[in-house]
């Protein structure tokens, strides 16, 4: 019995094609994981509530604020506790390694890793809106809507870049999900002072300038479009260089195993 080598496919994949493999691996993946991920709605869910019933929840801004708090705090949780979790856990197990002995380019692996991330953060959003029109009477054009949804594309990525930072400097995964939610608590707890002056001015300026704060700012601005102002420019440019610091860092230092 002669051997003949194994014949060679006649079509490499393509990038296309390996981009929609690579996406419906880790949507299926996160669809497994779906509890996890109902679990990750119900902090922003608290919060808006929280704040729609506290005495003093008119002093950190309103109930369009209380939504754009809502909002950060559920990006914030996805990105830093989700995404970090899951990409320290899969370098850890190897899965990364056995990714780059495929043809698939090391950029589609991330970027198939992000857009599930920012998938799971439109699909909160969604949810958060509704309770906000439930809860707080808070409806918006559907102009406002849309621009919301674009904007929460967009801040994602400053929180996805801290992500990213935190797995870059961190190789443990059980020291990345411990360092994730010690600088979880002061980004969010800051973001959440970032139009109130309860603490003096200081605290709100430092406030609203930290990455939660510049995004509570953005996402506020675009459910009133109407209403965007200096600041919610200035928000954006400091939320562009958040993300090109963090993402920087990211990229920089990450490495694809622990060895």
Known sequence: MSSQPSALPNHPP?????????????????????????????????????????????????????VALALTL???????????????????????????VTPAPTWTIMVSRLAVQILSMLVMTVVVLVAAAVVEKVTLDPPAYLLTLTIVIFSSAVFLGVGQALVGLVKSADT???????????????????????????????ARWSPGGAVATLLAGAMQPAAWSGDTWWALLTSVLYTIVFAGIGIRWFQWSTR
């Open 74 to 100: 559920g990006i914030a949780l996805i990105a830093i506790l989700g995404y970090t979790a899951s990409v320290a856990r899969d370098r850890e197990l190897g899965v990364f390694q056995r990714l780059r």
């Open 176 to 206: 990345v999900n411990a360092v994730g939610r010690l600088s979880f608590l002061p980004l969010v707890a800051l973001g959440l002072f970032a139009h109130s002056a309860i603490f003096g001015t200081t605290f709100e300026t430092i």
């Open 14 to 66: 393509t990038l296309s094609g390996i981009l929609r493999a690579l996406l419906r691996a880790d949507l299926t993946v996160q669809l497994r994981n779906g509890r996890a991920l109902v679990l990750t709605f119900l902090p922003p869910l608290a919060v808006l509530y929280g704040l729609s019933t506290a005495k003093r929840g008119a002093q950190l801004g309103g109930p369009i604020v209380s």
